[in-house]
């Protein structure tokens, strides 16, 4: 055998411990912030209109200070990302407070330059307001950075790690087996493939994989399933070699491509096609699984829809991981069912 380590869960050297808590640097995070901001002006304009024109006027006027003292803040904090990297989460917390502080000043003086003879500029209380709604928007990063560090998404990487399901283990070593004298070479290269499968299974996962990474683990897992069907599966890759940099969670594609096996080949008795293919388009990554599903007449065992466990967790990890920046879609149509995700390429 050219790999020795059969089943090993040596773990890889994992992205470092540093974490950044207070991170702005996400278009979610920057529209969040901004509708956050404009909801409580305005619900505090509502206490100072008398009337809804008089309302509108009002939170158009505390907009003009409100909005670009905002966008300054999340650009400041932006910008900071490297210098807290690593800093105690209590400092990053000062320094968004801090931040938050001097954009309140700023908004005063946008709004003393509007209206110059609007009495005497509110300082103090512009400070205090920027401290205390800074102080809320980096608790909610706090608890978003918090829900993608490894803690919190062990339970759904385990959960994907368990859908290695025991029986294909099964499967792929009777396979092995009976190509011992038949064909060692082939049963070499499956119990190769098989290592790598688990070996990439057992590893202490990071936060995210490259799509490169991913790819390999889904040929290895298919690459077994084809002895296993033999003629009766057919697998067409489509490779864009500039998406292969694009960070996804680990352990993406393995789900979707063992989904379109479990629905789209095991139920046929005819030839069965799965397509995968990723495609660079600008700043965006498309990836897309496709299979082929029986003809309901012709099908081996009845269709079954299935708990969607694969679907939902691929999901949940996507917005964890791109938040807003990512997209997701899974149907069935014209007799094929197809996966399609797109994230950024870098």
């Not at 500039?242 to 379109?260: D, I, K, T």
């Not at 694969?310 to 149509?333: M, P, T, W, Y």
Request: proline letters at 5%.
């Amino acid at each position: 055998m050219t790999k020795p380590q059969i089943l090993s869960a040596a773990a890889r050297g994992g992205p470092g411990t540093d974490a950044l808590i207070f991170d702005a640097c996400h278009a979610g995070v920057v529209l969040r912030a901004v509708l956050f901001v404009e909801l409580v002006l305005g619900v505090a304009v509502l206490f100072l209109a008398s009337s809804p024109a008089q309302w509108l006027g009002r939170l158009a006027w505390l907009t003009g200070g409100a909005l670009p003292a905002t966008l300054a803040w999340l650009l400041a904090a932006c910008s900071l990302k490297h210098i807290l990297r690593g800093a105690r989460l209590p400092l990053q917390c000062i320094a968004g407070v801090v931040l938050g502080m001097l954009a309140g000043l700023l908004a005063c003086a946008l709004l003393t330059m509007v209206v110059p003879d609007d009495g005497e500029p509110r300082w103090i209380a512009s400070a205090a307001s920027g401290a205390l709604l800074s102080a809320l928007l980096v608790a909610a990063l706090v608890l978003r950075a918090r829900a993608r560090t490894p803690a919190a998404t062990t339970a759904r990487l385990t959960e994907l790690q368990a859908r290695i399901r025991p029986h294909f283990l099964f499967n792929s070593l009777n396979s092995a087996i009976a190509l011992v004298r038949e064909d060692p070479a082939k049963a070499e290269t499956l119990l190769e493939d098989l290592s790598d499968l688990f070996r990439h299974a057992l590893l202490e996962q990071g936060e995210s994989a490259s799509l490169a990474e991913e790819v390999q683990l889904a040929r290895h897992y298919l690459a077994i399933e084809q002895i296993r069907f033999g003629e009766r599966m057919q697998v067409a890759w489509q490779l864009d070699e500039r998406a292969s940099g694009a960070r996804v969670p680990p352990l993406l594609l393995q789900p979707l491509v063992e989904n379109a096996v479990k629905h789209g080949v095991e139920p046929s008795p005819l030839t069965a096609l799965i397509e995968v293919r990723t495609e660079r388009r600008g700043a965006r990554v498309a990836i897309t699984i496709t299979n082929s599903l029986p003809p309901r007449a012709l099908a081996s065992e009845p269709a079954t829809a299935g708990n969607g466990i694969a679907i939902k967790n691929v999901r949940a990890r996507l917005k964890l991981l791109h938040d807003v920046e990512c997209d997701f879609s899974a149907g069935a149509q014209d007799g094929r069912y197809r996966v399609r995700l797109s994230v950024p390429a870098a």
